[in-house]
């Protein structure tokens, strides 16, 4: 009741201009002031599911860690699709918001959340029938099969939410908005942890206890979400009675959300095939694997927030056609993102059997050198996956969303592929050090491509708006050339 009353102060419905404006410099402590929010948002997003394990861990121990951990590549698999839809509403909105066009901007986010709520719908369907089936094809171990199961199914039942807080953050984002998803995924983030510990301690819950927690929280973040947006003042209000579908303006979110939606999934199947080789290696390694990995996100999100960075200030000069500054902004996020990942790559991989230790209670010395292993290949050279996704989301803003998506299909899933079925299956290299080789590999060689292909895309982006604009006075041969 308190919180209703305290939105106000939030002035989240009231964006300066400053904050909506990303054209215009000093780019470094804007870029930084606008990215810090984004990482802890991430963060606590992370939380949830960071929540989910410690406390599963701790208190029913490694057998209910795997069965959670399990559903993570098969989570996200499932989603990624329908998440790059937000990819696309955003960048739209991101361009709208440079070129200053309000119709754009409201047609958008009036298409944006009513294809939220439709793919919400599908994915529960879906998720809910064949949640057991898709668990048995990846080969998940059957002594966590059925925990796995209900997990999955529960978190299913509450997917309409997650994808409209994802929508909604995405759009108040590329508004230039980043404060008012951290701090409405702070309160749903300490109202997880509080639900957590009272159905798994007080009330005797395991794996539905942290599903059940999930959901409730992931939809008081949705709600406060669509309220920020109902409160706005610009073009970028929510007004429910105005929801209905303009083909121009979904088309142009499926233009750079479908690619999006396609690489994500397609990237997940990597991980997915990555997944189904860690399962094969049992329970142990996979609960030393499940906890690495979770360890890692957090040096992921630290990451990605530079990709959303890159992508929405990109957006918004490439609407305003300030080629030069879309430069400028290119190479800080490189820095900032490649400074990011080294550190804390190199922070985790030092501390991590004391980090391993925060998941594993009573765990074998095999699970915590698993976990040992994985960090060595994944977590320490992170920073080449940040590079890579900071040259992805520069495409995305720029309106480039298919070759990106070819280039990760070839460069991520392909490689990852070809190593689990040739290297990976002779016995010399059959064992997980090998296995996660394959990522920092398929990072650097989709980095470089993704470089050359945004160098073309520039170049054709900027000679287009000087022919579109025409040679100056002094220059009549060009002109008759032009004409």
Known sequence: MHTIRFFPHFHFHKPKQPESDLTTGPFVPKIIKYTIPIILTSLLQLLFNATDLVVVGQTCGELYLGAVGSTGALINLMVNLFIGLSVGAGVAIAQAYGAKNDEDIHKTLHTAIPTAFIAGVF?????????????????????????????????????????????????????????????FLTIAGILNVF???????????DVDGVAWATVISQTLACILVLIALARRKDACRLQFTRLRFSKKHFLRILRVGLPAGLQGSLFSISNVMIQSSVNSFGTVVLSGSTAAANIEGFVWVSMNAFHQSAMNFIGQNRGAKKYDNIKKVLRICLISVSVAGIALGVICRLNAHALLSIYLTDAPEEAYQAGIDRMSFVCLPYFLCGIMDVMTGSLRGMGCSTPPMFITVLGVCGSRLLWIFTLFQLPEFHSLSWLMFSYPLSWSLTFFAELICFTIVWRIAQKKEMRDIGPPPDEPSAVSETS
């Open 123 to 183: 994915l529960t369907v879906v998720g809910i029938l064949g949640a057991r089936t898709f668990l048995t094809w990846m080969d998940t171990p059957e002594e966590v099969i059925d925990l796995s199961t209900t997990y999955l199914r529960i978190y299913f039942s509450g997917i309409i939410p997650i994808l409209l807080y994802n929508y909604g953050s995405a759009i108040l984002r590329a508004a230039g908005d980043t404060r008012s998803p951290l701090i």
């Open 195 to 205: 639900i957590n510990l009272l159905f798994v301690l007080q009330f005797g819950m």
